[in-house]
């Protein structure tokens, strides 16, 4: 990969899961990043892995290195805004993860800061990139199923024991499934269809000493079509992640994206067939065409994150879009948002 610009400069706020598996990897793979310094307040564990990296003890020292020219804020959702609006002050570019923020006046103020900073804001919904959601946005865009009716996405995993990382398991604003697999279907639900007219959801604790929500299941109303998206903890045997219905056919799909499982083992991004799904993952279209019913199933595209960095690297040396923007990530935080309230009114709320 070549590139034709500035090298950025790039520092991430935690070297957990996020930092190993999600962005250390490409940021050291890409020609217009350098991976330059991580925020450990404990364990040193990052330059053992990336010789040179800096390791700063706090976030305000690291603030103060003025050759760092973008800050990846992963850490628990509950310090997101604190964090970004501290880098966006301190003249960096700024990638949040998700979810965005907990609330809609935390991300509408960091909108606007980064706006008078004159620094971008990018939001990391890097499930855009899967191979499976891929798949599903060519067949809609391909105009094989016509008017869309409704389409249902899931998100579900069979997780009964409590997550070992107590943030995940205290009831700290931000925390729950809602917050940490929510951004990801609702994302994908506005990136096809745009926000909707209103919305109605509702959250459940399902696991055994569970304190945060676990479980949600929200319907999108649009004037022309009906979209839920559901996520559960307790899933064992999942239903299909994508069922999308038109009115001249339907596609179902399943969740099988398989480059988080490859990230989690340490290989290389150099690996023949990145991103491909196994052929069995298919997904099944059965459509009308001229009065005849045609069954096929649809090969999958490759799933790639690196898209999203390459996205971010021209948006910030070339002033591209950002993949996510800001007021991408805002959209999510308000359905979000009318989520809690519609489980709290046990009504629609509208946007």
């Given at each position: 990969?070549?590139?034709?610009?500035?090298?950025?400069?790039?520092?991430?706020?935690?070297?957990?899961?996020?930092?190993?598996?999600?962005?250390?990897?490409?940021?050291?793979?890409?020609?217009?990043?350098?991976?330059?310094?991580?925020?450990?307040?404990?364990?040193?564990?990052?330059?053992?892995?990336?010789?040179?990296?800096?390791?700063?003890?706090?976030?305000?020292?690291?603030?103060?290195?003025?050759?760092?020219?973008?800050?990846?804020?992963?850490?628990?959702?509950?310090?997101?805004?604190?964090?970004?609006?501290?880098a966006?002050?301190?003249?960096?570019?700024?990638?949040?993860?998700?979810?965005?923020?907990?609330?809609?006046?935390?991300?509408?103020?960091?909108?606007?800061?980064?706006?008078?900073?004159?620094?971008?804001?990018?939001?990391?919904?890097?499930?855009?990139?899967?191979?499976?959601?891929?798949?599903v946005?060519?067949?809609?865009?391909?105009?094989?199923?016509?008017?869309i009716?409704?389409?249902?996405?899931?998100?579900?995993?069979?997780?009964?024991?409590?997550?070992?990382?107590?943030?995940?398991?205290?009831p700290?604003?931000?925390?729950?499934?809602?917050?940490?697999?929510?951004?990801?279907?609702?994302?994908?639900?506005?990136?096809?269809?745009?926000?909707?007219?209103?919305?109605?959801?509702?959250?459940?604790?399902?696991?055994?000493?569970?304190?945060?929500?676990?479980?949600?299941?929200?319907?999108?109303?649009?004037?022309?079509?009906?979209?839920?998206?559901?996520?559960?903890?307790?899933?064992?045997?999942?239903?299909?992640?994508?069922?999308?219905?038109?009115?001249?056919?339907?596609?179902?799909?399943?969740?099988?994206?398989?480059?988080?499982?490859?990230?989690?083992?340490?290989?290389?991004?150099?690996?023949?067939?990145?991103?491909?799904?196994?052929?069995?993952?298919?997904?099944?279209?059965n459509?009308?065409?001229?009065?005849?019913?045609?069954?096929?199933?649809?090969?999958?595209?490759?799933?790639?994150?690196?898209?999203?960095?390459?996205g971010?690297?021209?948006?910030?040396?070339?002033?591209?879009?950002?993949?996510?923007?800001?007021?991408?990530?805002?959209?999510?935080?308000?359905?979000?948002a009318?989520?809690?309230?519609?489980?709290?009114l046990?009504?629609?709320?509208?946007?």
């Amino acid at each position: 990969m070549n590139i034709d610009g500035p090298i950025i400069n790039t520092a991430l706020c935690s070297f957990g899961m996020s930092g190993l598996v999600f962005h250390a990897p490409f940021l050291s793979a890409h020609p217009g990043f350098n991976l330059y310094a991580v925020w450990e307040r404990t364990n040193k564990v990052a330059s053992t892995i990336y010789p040179g990296i800096l390791s700063f003890d706090s976030f305000d020292k690291l603030l103060e290195d003025t050759t760092i020219d973008l800050v990846i804020v992963n850490t628990p959702n509950h310090t997101h805004y604190d964090l970004a609006k501290k880098a966006l002050m301190a003249g960096k570019h700024v990638l949040v993860e998700k979810a965005f923020t907990v609330t809609v006046t935390e991300a509408e103020d960091l909108v606007r800061i980064s706006y008078e900073q004159q620094k971008l804001l990018a939001v990391f919904h890097n499930r855009m990139f899967d191979s499976d959601f891929k798949t599903v946005k060519q067949v809609i865009s391909s105009g094989l199923l016509g008017n869309i009716i409704e389409a249902e996405f899931h998100f579900d995993r069979y997780k009964p024991e409590l997550s070992p990382k107590i943030h995940k398991e205290q009831p700290l604003p931000g925390s729950g499934l809602l917050h940490d697999l929510g951004p990801h279907l609702i994302d994908q639900a506005l990136y096809l269809f745009g926000l909707p007219a209103s919305v109605y959801g509702f959250t459940r604790i399902v696991r055994p000493g569970s304190r945060v929500n676990d479980y949600f299941d929200v319907t999108l109303f649009y004037n022309d079509k009906t979209v839920r998206l559901r996520s559960s903890l307790m899933v064992k045997e999942p239903l299909a992640a994508y069922s999308v219905h038109g009115n001249k056919g339907s596609f179902i799909k399943t969740r099988a994206d398989i480059q988080e499982d490859v990230l989690k083992t340490g290989k290389s991004l150099e690996i023949s067939g990145w991103g491909i799904e196994p052929s069995s993952a298919e997904g099944t279209l059965n459509r009308i065409e001229n009065g005849n019913t045609i069954i096929s199933r649809v090969p999958s595209l490759p799933g790639n994150y690196m898209d999203y960095y390459t996205g971010l690297y021209n948006a910030i040396a070339h002033e591209k879009p950002l993949p996510v923007s800001a007021s991408d990530g805002l959209n999510v935080i308000k359905v979000i948002a009318a989520v809690i309230q519609s489980n709290h009114l046990h009504q629609a709320i509208l946007l």
